[in-house]
C-alpha cells in the first residue's frame, strides 16, 4: 500500500482522537499490571516528589526531575511493547529475539541509571546539608 493509500484509509476525526487517548491509557495500565519494574519507577518518582518538597528543591531541578520521569517511564513503555511485539513474531527462543528484548531493556536501565546519577546530583548537597 502506499503512503496515498494509506492516508486515505485513516480517518480523521473526534472520535479517533478521543479513542487514541483511551488506548494510550490501556497501554499504561497494561504496562503497571504487567510490568513490575514500572511499579518501581513510580515509586521511585513518587518517593523523589516527597523529598522534592521536603528539601525545596528549585524549579530547574524540578524540570530535571519531571524530564527524567517521563523518559524512564516512557523508555519502560517502549520495552513493554517491543517485548510484547517479539514475544508475537517469535513465541520460541530465538537468538535475535533475546536480542531485542535485551537491549530494549538496556535502554531502560541506561536512562534509569541517567536519572540515579542525576537525582544524586542534585538531593545529594541538600540531603547532607539538611542533616
Not at 500500500?1 to 478521543?18: C, V
Not at 521511585?44 to 530535571?64: A, D, M
Amino acid at each position: 500500500m502506499d503512503m496515498e493509500l494509506r492516508k486515505k484509509a485513516k480517518k480523521h476525526g473526534i472520535k479517533r482522537f478521543i479513542n487514541s487517548f483511551k488506548y494510550s491509557i490501556e497501554g499504561i495500565i497494561y504496562a503497571f499490571k504487567s510490568e513490575q519494574s514500572m511499579t518501581i519507577h513510580v515509586i521511585v518518582c513518587i518517593t523523589v516528589i516527597c523529598l522534592g518538597f521536603l528539601l525545596k528543591i528549585n524549579i530547574f531541578e524540578w524540570l530535571i526531575c519531571l524530564i527524567l520521569f517521563g523518559l524512564v517511564i516512557a523508555t519502560e513503555l517502549i520495552n513493554s511493547s517491543i517485548e510484547a511485539l517479539v514475544d508475537l513474531v517469535s513465541p520460541q527462543k530465538h537468538p535475535l529475539a533475546k536480542i531485542a528484548k535485551d537491549t530494549a531493556a538496556g535502554a531502560v536501565f541506561i536512562f534509569a541509571l541517567v536519572a540515579l546519577i542525576s537525582g544524586i546530583i542534585i538531593f545529594l548537597p541538600k540531603i547532607l546539608s539538611f542533616i
